[in-house]
C-alpha cells in the first residue's frame, strides 16, 4: 500500500489525527461525532486528506463507515466537531460541499419508474451538467448499460443498479467522491469497471473516501486504508 | 444551474413517474369520484340540498384524494432511497420543495378540474356562469392544500405510522384554506352576487402567501438530519 498519509493519535486534539504528506487538503475533520438518538455512532473523529489521495474505511458493519461518508456528504450533521471539504464547512456551506461531492451509496438512488437514460438525464440537470445526450449514452455505455438505457430500472438487477449509480458518478464533475461499498452486488465485469473506475478518478486526482470489506481489492488504489470500529479510526498497519 | 431548472427537473420527474405508473391517478380518481356518488346518492332527489352540499361534497373528496397524492409523492422516493440521492444534489433544499409541490399542484388541479363537471351533473350545480371565477378558486385552494400537503407529506415520509398521521397533522393546518375554497365555490355557484366570492379568493391568495414561504423557510429543517 502506497502509504500517503501520515497518523497516530493526535494527544492535542485527543482524535486520531491523519496529516497529509504533501498535498492541499480535501478533507479536515476535528473531533466529529455523530449519534443516533442517544447512541454515539462517530467518536471525535479527526482526520485530514489530501487532495488527490485515495482513503479505504474499513470495519465490521455497524462501525460508523456509511455514517462519516454521509456526514462530508452533508447528508447527515455532526452532533459535535467540525469539518470541511476543500475548505468549506460541513455545516455552514454545506451547498458548496454538495457542489464538489459525489456519493455512491449502497442503495441506488434512482427511480424505478423511469428509464436507466431518464435517470441520468435527471442527475445531470441537478448536478448543473451540460452533458449532451450522447455524453449521457457514452456514460452508460461505460459502466456497460448502453443495451439497457431505455429500460425501466424497476427491471435491473441489483448489480445494473450499481453500475447506473456509477454512470451518475461520472457525471457529477466532483472533486470529491464517498463511495459505499462500490464493488457490493457487482459481478467480476461490474468490478472491473469500478476498478477502472477508480484508476481514471486517481489519474485526474480526484479524491476518494470508499468504504469497502475487499481490501485486496482496493488495496493498489489505496493511500491509506483506516480501520473504523465502534465509530473511531486508525491507520490500518498490515 | 438555475434554481428554475432543478425546480423544473424534480417537477417533471415526478409527473413523468405518475403518467408512467398512473398508480396514484386510479386511486385518486376512483376515491374522489366513489366520494361524489355516495354524497349525491345519501342526499337523494332534493335537489335545493343537493346543490347546497356540492361545494362541500366536492372539496371533501379533493382533500381526501389529496392526501393520497402527497403521501405516494414520497412513497416513490422511498423505493430506492432516491430522496437521499436526491438531497445530495447540488440544488438547494427549497428548490426539492417547489418542485414537489408544483408535481403535487398540477396533479391536483387536474383531478379537480376532472370533479368539477362530475360535481355539477351528480348535485345540479350550476358552473358555466362564474367558471374563470370558479377554475382561479380550485387552482388557489389546491395550491394551498398541496402546499401543506407536500410539506407535511415530508415530515412523516420515514416515519413507520406515516399513513394515519399525514392526515392527522396536516388537517387541522389546512383547514382555513378549505373553508375558503368551499365558501367562495359556494358564492360563485349559489348566491346572487357573486362578488361575495372575492373577499374569500382574497383569503386564499394570502393563506397561500403565508405557507408558501413558511413552508419554502421550513423545508430544509425537516429533510436535514
Redo the contacts between chains.
Sequence with gaps: MAAALSSGRDPKKGGNGLLPLAAPLAISLDRLARRYGRELVLTDVSLTVGEGRVVVLHGPNGAGKTTLLKVL?????PSRGRGTVFGFDLVRHA?EV??R???L?V????????TAA?NLS??A????STSTSDELATCLAVVGLADSRDK??RTFSSGM?KRLGLA?LRLAGARLWLLDEPYAALDEEGKSSVDELLDDARRKRITIVLASHELERVAPFADAVLQVDHGGISLRSD | MSDLTAVLAVAGKDLRQELRSRSVTVATLFFAAITLVVLAFAVGSDQALLRSIAPGALWVALAFAGVISAAQSYAAEGEENAFEQLLLYPVPRAAIYLGKLLANWLYMAALAALMLPVTAVLFDLPISGNLPLLLLTLALGTLGFALIATFYAALTANLRARESLLPVLMFPVVVPILLAAVRATIALTQLENPALAGDWLQLLVGFDLVYLVTCIAVFRFVVDE
Design positions: 456528504a452533508t447528508r447527515l450533521r451547498h454538495r457542489r461531492t459525489a456519493m451509496s442503495f441506488g438512488g434512482s427511480y424505478p419508474a423511469l431518464e435527471l442527475a440537470r441537478l448536478y448543473g425501466l430500472v443498479k451518475r
